[in-house]
């Protein structure tokens, strides 16, 4: 994990609370910020080097697409051997692939990782084996996420796949409400008050669009997806793996 500061963006009362944005103030608490939001961040982070084992291509591209401060990759990046396969890691904040630049300056790892400040709609994917999206779809207009699964699955090698993560809704209201009573409670046992929670809660509101696991589902087999599965279910928070066949 990168070092990180603790994330008190939402300590304090706010008299109005802004749309929530991947700035400087975030990239700077976001190592923090997300172990302490997000169940199963570290547990998954260790699994991807397992699953992209399964996958990689020598001579082919990694795509980390959202990649934030870059754990996806540098986790790959530590357990990869082979320099014929390339990570290339994308974000459109410019604070943070500042920060994943900095963080690399200091790791001198032997695999190299390319970073791009770049808008994950506008990128070419190619010649991929693994490619990894966690937590980002969230954050994409919903009428641009077909046509961004479907880039990523047109770049994908055949026996290459895609890994998708997600905070998911339920169609079940009684199961929703208590997915986001039980998240709220895991912010709370990792030493957010109800004030960070409720303003954070509202700085989100409109920015992450959640959808549900039948929405997701549906759209990667219509994409042509052959072969999903889930990996993971904490809460609610779900990592699915989709294979181009
Ligand atoms: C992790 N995957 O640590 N183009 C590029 N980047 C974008 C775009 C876009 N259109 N929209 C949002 N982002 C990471 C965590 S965080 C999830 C991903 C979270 C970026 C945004 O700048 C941010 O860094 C990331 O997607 C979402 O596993 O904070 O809940």
Redesign the pocket.
Known sequence: MGKSQKDQIYAHKQDKVESFV?DEK??SV??D??QR??PG?IL??QLLPVVAKQFIQSNSNIY?????????SISLARSIVSSDVKIIA????RA?INHLDELLAELKLNHLIETKC??????EITDSSFV?????L???DKTKREGLLNTIYKGLQHGGALLL?E?ITHDDANEDKLMEQLHENYKRKNDYSDLEISQKREALDNV?IRETHDQHLHRLQNIGFTKISILCKYLNFVTYLAIKE
């Not at 770049?118 to 990128?123: Q, R, S």
Request: net charge negative; aromatic share 12%.
């Open positions: 991947f975030v990239a976001f190592s910020m997300i939001s997000v961040y998954l982070n980390d697409l959202g990649c934030s401060l870059g754990e996806a994308i974000d459109n904040s943070m770049k808008d994950i709609l506008n990128v990894v999206l966690n937590y980002t969230q954050f994409i993560s905070k992450l």
